[in-house]
């Protein structure tokens, strides 16, 4: 290639400390995750805030993957579009790549891939003889492949002036079980700064100034967060069909439950883990389980959800409770299953005929996704019902930097179970009455030994006293009790957080992972452009009265979502009736993680400015 | 107003007490409401039976089943257990999480050859390849009852529906499959034939694993008529059974000779034994390849072989596989359940 793209040479730059990202673009399969995340690691435990991103293909070896991180002073964790630094490992995009980077950016690239440094000027160039340095710090080369990843993370540590203690500290603590894997890594990293700092000359500004804004933080992903909120929120049934990216949910869920929930007394299990068959079967044995009485949850995506729906309806009429996560992605079939979305919110909510309606939880960050896990199963059980906790594959499957988790306050809510005890007091007992006014029936468990304890479970078709009937005003009846039920609901779930400016016309509501993005927008419009937004973050459906007085008490709403048709921005608009001319679509659908700057431009645009 | 449980006959002799002092109208359901005639209520009467005789605790009893005519009949035994009428084709699930939350249940599942061989196929298999401990019955008529006698996947070639027409396929023998997917307790029999089906049900409770009993079960409005294979007429022409089976429970020891050749016994891991008496030539219930050779037979040459087809009481189950505490998950205290403040400090560390 000769043509050149941007002719100018890059001008000497005032240093950047601890604002820039970082993407390194290489094969999938090639190992590249750990180096990537002892990156990653480096920087936030010399107290930088960061984020890294994975981007990768639905592919196990051989495809294009990208994986970004980006460190940046104010805590802005949000993907940013525009790429500071690029490491080129991957022949195959090494060109498209490069084109895509902003002028003045840096590219650091391995000497065997055809690149000529002519063809951008405006970059920051350096060529890097990985093949080289491999083969005199790693004497086994069947090693080398997976150590050439750490020399990268060497080099960058020298460039960008990242402690290297820091990043052996990361590996140490990585591999603490395997302590030789460590010393090959630490020799890489090592042998990668030795090099770069004999043969190359700082040219660009990127710098790490250590900082203090990540003491008490994690770095944790969303699966993880969320399985280890259901082991400590008492999980005994976990079944689960594989899918990307909730697999990572489940193996997660399992991995916590060997190490954590086996009796000491007796040496045993105190919870059972089925692979089902398929997602019909999965959460057929979470509602036979609930129904037996364990805590049992599921973990799917769309496709996923699509295939539970009949059973999820039954969960709803026979009141059943049941946890399902939602790690949701694009796309049934092939297509973009490892690309993010926030895509099920009209399914989930209405899932099944009839006139269903299921409860959302919408963690934002890890912590929540810790702390929802927990609510989710003490919901299901208290309404007896299906309750979703969704998350997304941005959330789910990458690296965030989160508040430690907070233990549980509360014991665990097992809802309205009628013990024997219960029963001999009452003297009696009717499965679908609603004793309390809430709507929420009392039950009881299959094995309870008391002459009124049994009830027969069927769908809609049944009384007060779970006997079958056709006729129209038990069915009504029934349905008016399960609407009364669902309105209870808004009070019990998690409500907004909301943030009012003063003499601010329009109001953001965003929900899940467009959260950091729509903060950071926030900022964005304020100090660029003059504009005040307040922001209303949900964090669960059904919605409550402060959803409908925020929306009230702006001029124009916007809902900031990742999906194409505004799913939340309906749901809503069904919510608030004739204020619904007020709520306005921000909706980002590309497979990647939405950004501030998009919102930003979008708002912009739409307000004329 | 109609009563809720239909009011129980109790002539004299069935007001004998059981080993827990409960008498059979305990473990009565509702009144059935099947067509009159229909074999699935001979069933369930059987089924009544056979907990009563074993003294199962009927609290214990978790009744599951999918859609369909069979499908209701959980409504109609043992009302003071729990029942649980799932969606069409999903009891095994429904089953398996119930066995899951509270492995101490007496779990048993009816279901018909259309929720089974059709639409449950998928979660009848991954039922049998696991080993669930419950009883699994499929009332087979070959044909959709409850919703107006379309042919099932069970109905023989040839078969000819209500309105004259043959049906066009070979059935689907859920037996032979039973056995191939390792099944360790596969039985055979006939609606009208109460006395092998009360014997193949108290062994099947003795069982520990999957037990799954096919019992012909004619469909009196829509599949007994001339031409049919699933007839009573047609069944009672053509049953042959295997053996005469004889149960006897851990609690009612008595001691008979093993004749070889004759007579031979199977014990269960609660020390119940069924004793098989040779009819015609001598069968091995224990032998696999023999009872898939049988099988095989029995479908080349159309016959209607009753009574334990294959046995294996040794085979691992579900549950034992899954190791679990004792108590059933559904009621272990927080204690159990919630990890202590120090394992998240832990786990919090590690990720800092």
């Known amino acids: 290639m000769t043509t050149s793209l941007a002719p100018d040479k890059p001008k000497v730059q005032a240093p950047v400390i601890n604002d820039f990202s970082i993407e390194v673009a290489t094969v999938n399969g090639s190992g590249s995750q750990t180096a990537n995340n002892m990156l990653m690691r480096s920087i936030f435990q010399m107290g930088v805030p960061c984020s890294g991103k994975n981007l990768f293909p639905s592919n196990i070896a051989g495809l294009p993957t990208w994986f970004t991180i980006r460190a940046n002073k104010d805590g802005y964790i949000a993907r940013k579009a525009e790429l500071d630094i690029l490491v080129c490992m991957n022949p195959d995009t090494v060109f498209e790549d490069i084109q895509n980077l902003r002028s003045g950016a840096v590219c650091l690239y391995n000497e065997e891939l055809p690149v000529n440094e002519d063809i951008r000027k405006d970059l920051t160039w350096y060529k890097i003889p990985f093949a080289r340095i491999v083969k005199e710090c790693c004497p086994d080369a069947k090693l080398r492949r997976l150590v050439t990843n750490m020399i990268y993370v060497g080099v960058l540590d020298f460039l960008l002036e990242i402690d290297l203690q820091e990043t052996f500290k990361a590996l140490k603590k990585n591999f603490a079980r395997k302590p030789k894997a460590a010393d090959v890594n630490i020799v890489a990293a090592q042998a990668g700064y030795d090099w770069a700092k004999a043969n190359l000359v700082k040219r660009d500004p990127f710098r790490v100034q250590r900082m203090n804004k990540t003491q008490g933080k994690i770095i944790i992903d969303g699966t993880s967060a969320a399985a280890l909120g259901a082991v400590f929120a008492g999980v005994t049934v976990l079944t689960w069909y594989p899918i990307t990216p909730s697999s990572s949910l489940c193996e997660a869920m399992i991995d916590y439950l060997n190490e954590y929930r086996m009796d000491k007394a007796t040496g045993k299990a105190t919870f059972a883990v089925v692979q089902a068959e398929d997602e019909l079967a999965s959460i057929g044995m979470v509602l036979g389980a609930s129904w037996a009485g364990a805590r049992a949850c599921t973990a799917t995506a769309g496709p996923g959800i699509s295939l539970m729906s009949e059973f999820i309806g039954l969960s709803y009429y026979a009141e059943i409770p049941a946890v399902i996560f939602d790690v949701q992605r694009t796309g049934p079939s092939t297509g973009l299953p490892t690309r993010t979305m926030q895509g099920d919110i009209r399914q989930c909510s209405g899932a099944s005929h009839g006139d269903t309606k299921h409860p959302l939880l919408f963690p934002s960050d890890p912590s929540e996704a810790f702390d929802m896990a927990g609510q989710a199963f003490d919901l299901a059980e208290r309404f007896q019902t299906t309750v979703f906790v969704m998350l997304d594959l941005d959330l789910g499957m990458n690296n965030w930097m989160s508040d430690a988790f907070n233990y549980p306050t509360k014991p665990l809510d097992r809802g309205k179970v009628l013990s024997v005890e219960d029963l001999k007091r009452l003297g009696k007992f009717e499965r679908y009455r609603d004793v309390d006014g809430d709507g929420i029936p009392y039950r009881t468990l299959p094995g309870t030994d008391h002459p009124i304890a049994s009830y027969f479970t069927r769908g809609s078709g049944h009384n007060e006293k779970a006997l079958y009937s056709e006729k129209p005003h038990d069915y009504k009846n029934n349905m008016d009790r399960l609407a009364r039920k669902f309105e209870t609901f808004r009070a019990h779930v998690p409500g907004p957080v909301v943030e009012y400016e003063p003499g601010a016309e329009i109001g953001f509501i965003a929900f899940g992972t467009s959260h950091a993005a729509t903060q950071e927008s926030r900022d964005q419009l304020r100090n660029e452009k003059g504009v005040k937004t307040s922001y209303l973050r949900l964090r669960a459906y059904p919605f409550n009265q402060a959803v409908r007085d925020f929306i009230s008490r702006h001029k124009h709403v916007y809902v900031i979502e990742q999906n194409r048709d505004g799913q939340m921005r309906d749901l809503l608009a069904l919510e608030v009736g004739g204020e619904c001319t007020k709520l306005r679509r921000v909706n980002h659908y590309t497979g990647v993680a939405i950004d501030a700057r998009f919102i930003t431009n979008t708002v912009l645009s739409q307000e004329g400015k | ?352």
């Open chain 2, 1 to 352: 107003m109609a009563p809720e449980i239909a009011t129980p006959q109790v002539p004299a002799e069935q007001r004998k007490q059981n080993r827990l002092g409960l008498i059979l109208p305990d473990y009565q359901g509702s009144a059935s409401t099947l067509c009159a005639g229909c074999g699935h209520d001979s069933i369930t009467n059987q089924i009544i039976r056979a907990y009563f005789e074993m003294g199962i605790p009927p609290h214990m009893v978790a009744k599951m089943s999918g859609i369909g005519c069979s499908s209701k009949t959980p409504a109609y035994f043992v009302n003071k257990g729990h029942g649980f009428n799932a969606v069409h084709g999903r009891m095994p699930a429904i089953a398996t999480g119930a066995v899951l939350g509270n492995k101490h249940l007496y779990t048993i599942g009816v279901s018909g050859d259309g929720d089974t061989a059709s639409i449950g196929m998928g979660q009848f298999v991954h039922l049998l390849h696991r080993n669930v401990p419950m009883i699994y019955i499929m009332e087979n008529n070959g044909v959709y009852g409850l919703t107006k006698g379309q042919f099932s996947a069970t109905a023989d070639l040839g078969s000819k529906s209500k309105w004259g027409k043959d049906n066009p396929a070979e059935p689907i023998d859920c037996c032979a499959m039973a056995v191939e997917l390792g099944c360790a307790f596969v039985a055979r029999s006939f609606s009208g034939d109460t006395k092998q089906m009360l014997a193949i049900f108290k062994a099947a409770l003795a069982h520990k694993g999957t037990a799954f009993i096919d019992i012909v079960s004619p469909c009196i409005t829509f599949n007994n008529h001339e031409g049919s294979t699933k007839s009573y007429k047609w069944a009672k022409d053509h049953e042959e059974q295997i053996h005469e089976i004889g149960f006897v429970p851990f609690f009612e020891q008595v001691e008979a000779e093993v004749k070889p050749g004759e007579t031979r016994e199977v014990q269960f891991q609660d020390g119940s034994r069924v004793r098989f008496k040779a009819v015609g030539k001598d069968y091995d219930p224990t032998n696999k390849e023999q009872a898939l050779s049988e099988l095989f037979k029995t479908q080349k040459e159309r016959s209607f072989l009753t009574g334990i087809l294959y046995l294996n009481p040794k085979q691992k189950d579900f549950c034992t596989e899954l190791d679990t505490v004792d108590p059933p998950l559904a009621t272990l205290p927080e204690s159990l359940t919630r990890p202590p403040k120090e394992v998240l400090e832990e786990v919090m560390e590690r990720l800092r």
